[in-house]
DNA sequence: TTTTATTGATTGAGCAGTCAATTAAAAATA
DNA sequence: TATTTTTAATTGACTGCTCAATCAATAAAA
């Protein structure tokens, strides 16, 4: 039953199936025939969208980048002061799009993965140049010098805090992630004060 | 060439090994070849000692887990005030034992495992149970109410800070990370004497 | 008739786990 | 002490399974 234009339908779903299967299996336990399944095809037309499975994944890894950077953009355009453009970005990280259980740990397995392979470490490395370019840029203003570790902080906690979203033992929600990255910037912003 | 009184040492050979191997592969591409070549033994060797593959990985979890507790605990006796506490425990997580890439990374892997893997999940609850309780328990009389949130927000950012630091892109270093989460208890410890 | 979507069957590699055989130390026996 | 026996360490060869990747065949739309 084909119809034709599906290529960029399957594509889609595929990789939507990826996160999903990514989450229940992790990301080397997962299979071409789990995320093939998923997505209600033949393993063989996963292979035909893609080419391989490194593909696939690497595919799935941009989808994740693209739609936070897709979040955060939405949420920095109607920031005005350097104070909200941060709480901006801080909402982005927790916003309930890219905090679902299985988008998290996706986004983690990706983390893992760029510790021994040198393609997705590429990607990662200018995400995360990125995000702390943003909020030092943002920080310097508030806290001056101080604002450089203050952004490495803040992205490593929001890194945290998702490591143990994901830990379903921990069930801790994204208000109280929240909760906790405002009260440490803002302990921070009130020391800078001084 | 058989010497009698193997059986420990090899077990502890391979448990190292498995160590550094899942730094190098991952935890899910690491193979028993890998760690017995590692270990300068067979693979048939490490399945004499280990039974399978899980009993091997779940043997190195609850090594690194034994590492930790042993570090922090030393560090912990000739702290005498809550403020020294916390700063055992913050030290004891990011001393060089416990801060080499290969000992970072395996615990990070075994973090992702355990999204999917219930036994692995029972095991790293207990150690973030322990760690935040601790660490609550310092807090208190320091910061009374909020104790609660910091010490989640604190073993938030040491797991962000450690995952920062096994991504060889960003090369981090642990004294800097201590700084961070110091300036990062500072800040609340300051908010909170107001 | 051409092009695109889709799959079932197949291949080949890699790997966990098994087993029987080998070696040498230690213990038991003469 | 000399010997035989037992026990532990160790491995190479083998088995069976899973999975990524390929391909030829089919079906429908254009």
Redesign the pocket.
């Given at each position: 039953?084909?119809?034709?234009?599906?290529?960029p339908?399957?594509r889609q779903e595929l990789v939507i199936a990826a996160v999903e299967a990514i989450h229940e299996r992790g990301l080397n336990?997962?299979?071409?025939?789990?995320i093939?399944k998923r997505a209600?095809?033949?393993?063989?037309?996963a292979?035909?969208?893609?080419?391989?499975?490194?593909?696939?994944l690497s595919a799935t890894m941009r989808h994740l980048l693209g739609e936070f950077a897709f979040a955060a953009r939405r949420r920095l355009v109607d920031a005005k002061d350097p104070r909200a453009r941060v709480d901006a970005i801080l909402e982005a990280c927790f916003a309930p799009e890219q905090f679902s259980p299985a988008v998290t740990s996706a986004w983690l397995a990706f983390y893992m993965q760029s510790i021994h392979d040198k393609a997705a470490a590429r990607l990662l490395a200018i995400y995360l140049k990125r995000l702390e370019a943003n909020l030092r840029h943002d920080l310097r203003p508030l806290v001056g010098d101080g604002a450089s570790a203050l952004a490495r902080g803040i992205a490593a906690m929001i890194d945290g805090l998702w490591l143990h979203a994901a830990l379903p033992t921990l069930h801790r929600s994204p208000g109280e992630a929240l909760g906790i990255l405002r009260d440490y910037v803002d302990g921070r912003l009130a020391v800078a004060r001084t």
């Open positions: 039953m084909p119809k034709r234009g599906m290529q339908i399957r336990g997962v299979t071409m025939g789990d093939a209600g095809v033949s393993p063989a037309l292979h035909h969208y893609f080419g391989s499975k490194d593909e696939l």
